[in-house]
């Protein structure tokens, strides 16, 4: 694990995408149009991004020890991404999440998460050793908060950059893990439940973000749902908004988002860079179905065209 540029401790599942014209009502059947089935969960999504983005990645989650495992593993490794943190847990089945997309972009999941597939405390001390190793450690905080408190303590005692991805259900358990944090990257309804309000335009996402970069974090992302992204700092602040792009499926722009911030940060970007950078990632994701990222240099230009200058 040495020499790794990061570790995403987050979900690991199987990602079955459907996409029809309409969602069907009580006893109704629609056909459908097209189906994916993927390596997929927030966790897998973001280390596919970062593999994609050239950084060495490795993934800590948890899988079962069925067939579903096998092929997500091996989807993973031809991704390029380092598995040996995954935990194999016998007598749970693989996590399953089904992606239902109509015509008009909006998506429903339907869950299987099996408590078992979710991180303890005890597994994130087993892999302290990798955490250490890698230069960031990225906190996906769909885990329970112990696992995410552990790798954040474990990251930060090693000097690593810490990043993360959400906020936890209690926002009283954020005290501790925010302090930890160097970077913070809410969406509109985790930035709701920590502030005590949605930001509705870009003066109140700026709001929330000075509000939470006070609680530790030296960078703090709030998404404004439609608008684009408060990014604030702690000599700066931007507003970026979405670029204007087609979308069949919002479900990835955030795990792109998140996995191109830190690429950036990694290479050592300024925030406002590293942030447009990340808003170009998460247009290049939404135009396909599915959450799973496709971040190639090509599609990630064209979409920082698209940005009005910054």
């Known amino acids: 694990m040495a020499g790794l540029d990061a570790i995403v401790v987050g979900q690991v599942a199987r990602d079955l995408v459907l996409l029809v014209d309409e969602v069907p009502g009580p006893s ?42 096998d092929r997500l593993l091996g989807q993973a490794r031809s991704d390029g991404i380092d598995v040996a943190p995954v935990l194999r847990r016998a007598g749970t089945p693989s996590a399953l999440i089904v992606d239902v997309v109509d015509a008009g972009g909006r998506w429903r999941y339907l869950e299987d998460i099996p408590e078992a597939t979710l991180l303890s405390e005890a597994d994130v001390a087993g892999a302290a050793a990798m955490l250490r190793a890698a230069r960031a450690v990225v906190v996906q905080l769909q885990q329970p908060l112990p696992a995410a408190l552990a790798a954040a303590r474990c990251a930060r005692d090693a000097g690593r950059l810490v990043v993360l991805d959400g906020a936890p259900a209690d926002p009283a358990g954020g005290v501790e893990l925010f302090a930890l944090a160097d970077v913070l990257r809410v969406d509109a309804r985790e930035a709701e439940r920590m502030v005590g309000g949605r930001p509705a335009d870009a003066e109140a996402g ?54 191109a911030l830190t690429a950036g940060l990694l290479r050592g970007e300024p925030y406002l860079r590293a942030a447009r950078y990340a808003v170009a990632a998460a247009g290049a994701t939404v135009g396909h179905p599915g959450g799973r990222p496709a971040l190639t240099p090509a599609a990630i230009d064209a979409q920082l065209a698209r940005l009005p200058p910054g």
Not at 34 to 50: D, I, P, S, T
Not at 230 to 244: H, S
């Open 28 to 69: 109704g059947a629609v056909p459908v149009r097209r189906r994916r089935e993927l390596l997929g969960g927030k966790g897998a999504n973001q280390a596919v991004g970062l593999a994609q983005l050239g950084a060495r990645v490795g993934l800590l989650g948890v899988v079962g020890e069925d067939e579903v495992a």
């Open 206 to 259: 700026l709001r929330a973000g000075r509000e939470l970069r006070a609680r530790g974090p030296a960078l703090v992302v709030v998404e404004v749902a439609g608008q684009g992204n408060a990014v604030v700092w702690p000599d700066g602040a931007v507003f970026v908004p979405l670029t204007e792009t087609p979308t069949v499926d919002s479900t990835g722009a955030g795990d792109a988002f998140v996995a």
